[in-house]
């Protein structure tokens, strides 16, 4: 490695990056060491004009576009060659966590700053983006600014959105970017040579491979429905089981089914039944009705569709006598990230002496728009537990530091190609 | 069978009994053919002088106890020999039908109206008897006339019960008993020979099988419990499925579990799960925390005494890794109805040419309680589809006069001993 960029590696302040996630929880701070900071809010401004302030104080450039992402540059030898992009948002969930989103744009911004200090020279730019409204907990839906940024949604979709009071997006939005009247405008989708998003897992993999190091392979596919099972209520005394269209009985049988159907050795699909509504949920009744969701997500492609696409036969099957209606609810492909930016990620955490694993992200980000743009990849460091939406998030000083020194070394690859 | 015998069973009239029930039905009809009828309401008084005046032009000797069940006598020849008993309730569940209860007050007096009609001399005297409360819809407990009167369980421990109005049982009962007063009072548990009640079968064996009648062998026992699952939460995207605690994987696992354990070729075990609440109940988190009712009935004891110990053992096995926790909810042993009983009506019924078979009640009835002091049996009749507690509720003049015939010719055999 060349001795300036180990330098910027060096420089990664463990303490600084630390100190400046406690600086950003206090905005928003709710009980239990919690954040709640919604997108376009009072605390989401105070948040930008927080990071607004290190970027400046730095003599970084500042940005802003129409969605209220913010950009910081820290410009490149070649200032009209496609800067690299690194960053995430500082919005969070109602009762969200200290790390989700905001680690990073910290570790962005450690990075270039630690870049800065060590004097490097890239060949491109390097641009930190904090992406607006990720979580979608406010206005709905989540992963805004990215999808505009790239086009995959207008403004003119997004800008109607009302919160639970009633209030309008576009004048939340409006209100943001007034309140940083001096930040230059800047146009949407710029040309991008590579994004890197870090973030905490927000599952407990990590952890318990004993893994610093998420090397971040893709966004999984996901697919949802509402399964609805038929049956007729009868007396539980009374009515022998062979005659019975037991609606509860009929959705175990499913669950069962779907559950033995994806059974998966290498423990990559994700099946969840999280919600269950029973009709007339009277215990001395045979249940009539049920309804169920099904959360099914995979990496592959072909794989999430196959799963997917298996539910309503296997469901109709494995309710009888009851009847089945399955409804989708959900249905997002998956994304692999460009193989290139996985590879230089691995080589950093390789050359780091970090331990380190590829994964697929279980969660949606906003690399997955980036990555319809440019070659993209992201970053995991563990989180306790896996906890994530849930005041109790938690992640060390140490981890967080060591993926923003793998995040530097990916930068300056990415940016001297 | 005797001369006299066979002209009071002939005389057992399909359109008088059916007529009665479309009279009974008018008092407190509610829309969809069903029938609002409350214990001591305004509707249960005039449903007990309609059955008074039919008893009183038949000049039978009309009573009332404590607790206002009515009682209708047809004197036998030795008055002081202890009567047999035939009867059932007139009040309903709030959203009940014609048939339920009703029938077996009606079926009694179409017994002594024939036998009286016939001019047949029994030996006992034969007792009509129209429980108070059998439904409980309005005060809690069930079978509350029975449980009094049988001394299972004292007027002071029921009289302070409260309707969903805050009307206490106590005054409610006392304007049922001043509404009759020309009725002669009758003291509780005075010495029976016998008791049989028809009822409909509330369920669907009897139609399932082609059988006029069904020769009921008791009552069956049951256990309830709520099953808690204990699990945790976790994000549905992000957490591998063999370190989930999905409490919703674990409630279907042991729903599973019981059922494969019960598994009963005879089909007499009665096993439903009807209730269900999920925590957080969510699509994409997993569940935390399950609770599921358990409802088992059987009518052997030594069979359901098993059944409900073994829940417990299987559900935490079949749990893990989530924990479970079990409260028993309620808990009653089966009755068994005398033998003697049970044959003279399995005889009737083969004497008069009509299909039936034995089967054992699985809804609770009087003659649970009845049984405690006097050889006790029942006599079902088919209802449609086996629905009850329901408008819908519905049986065939023929094969309601049927069981009347059985009734009236068991009536005149336990009267003759």
């Known amino acids: 490695m060349r001795e300036d960029h180990q330098d910027a590696i060096r420089r990664v302040d463990e303490t600084r990056l630390w100190q400046r996630h406690a600086q950003m929880a206090q905005i928003g701070a709710i009980p239990g060491n919690g954040v709640n900071r919604a997108a376009f809010s009072t605390e989401d401004i105070r948040a930008r004009r927080l990071l607004v302030s290190w970027a ?7 940005s802003m576009d129409g969605i209220g992402n913010v950009f910081v540059r820290r410009p490149g030898l070649e200032p009209n060659a496609a800067p690299v992009l690194s960053g995430s948002h500082m919005d969070s969930q109602p009762r969200g966590g200290r790390f989700d ?3 990073g744009v910290l570790a962005a911004l450690e990075a270039i700053e630690a870049i800065d200090e060590a004097g490097v020279k890239t060949r491109r730019s390097i641009e930190l983006v904090a992406w607006s409204n990720e979580e979608g907990g406010r206005f709905s839906p989540c992963t805004m600014g990215s999808a505009v940024y790239t086009g995959a949604k207008t403004l003119g979709e997004v800008a109607g959105a009302q919160d639970n009071d009633g209030v309008v997006l576009r004048d939340a ?6 309140a940083l009247p ?4 800047r146009e949407f989708n710029a040309p991008a040579a590579a994004y890197i998003e870090a973030h905490i897992e927000q599952g407990p993999l990590l952890e318990l491979e004993g893994k610093t190091i998420g090397v971040v392979t893709g966004i999984q596919g996901l697919r949802w429905f509402n399964v609805e099972v038929f049956g007729e209520t009868a ?14 009985r009929a959705a175990v049988a499913v669950i069962q089914a779907l559950a033995e159907h994806i059974r998966d050795p290498d423990d990559i699909v ?17 249940a009539s009705h049920v309804l169920f969701s099904v959360d099914l997500r995979h990496p592959d492609l072909a794989t999430v569709q196959q799963l997917g696409e298996s539910v309503a036969e296997i469901a109709r099957q494995a309710a009888a006598p009851c009847t089945v209606k399955i409804t989708p609810t959900l249905h997002d492909d998956p994304c692999t990230f460009d193989a290139s930016v996985v590879a230089s990620i691995e080589n950093a955490a390789g050359r780091l002496g970090l331990a380190h694993m590829r994964l697929p992200s279980g969660a949606s980000h906003d690399a997955m728009y980036m990555s319809r743009v440019c070659p993209t990849g992201m970053i995991f460091v563990p989180c306790e537990k896996g906890v994530s939406h ?28």
């Open 182 to 185: 001096h930040v230059r405008k």
């Open 390 to 417: 849930n005041e109790a998030e938690n992640a060390t000083p140490g981890d967080l530091a060591a993926g923003a020194r793998v995040l530097t070394a990916t930068l300056l690859d990415l940016a001297s190609r």
């Open 270 to 286: 994700r099946f969840t039944v999280g919600r269950m509504l029973v009709t007339p949920n009277s215990s001395n009744s045979v």
């Open 101 to 103: 989103g905001i680690y």
């Open 56 to 62: 400046e104080a730095r003599n970084f450039e500042v």
């Open 235 to 248: 007396h539980a005394g009374t009515t022998p089981l062979r005659v019975r269209k037991d609606a509860v």
């Open 173 to 178: 939005l409006a209100e943001t970017l007034a």
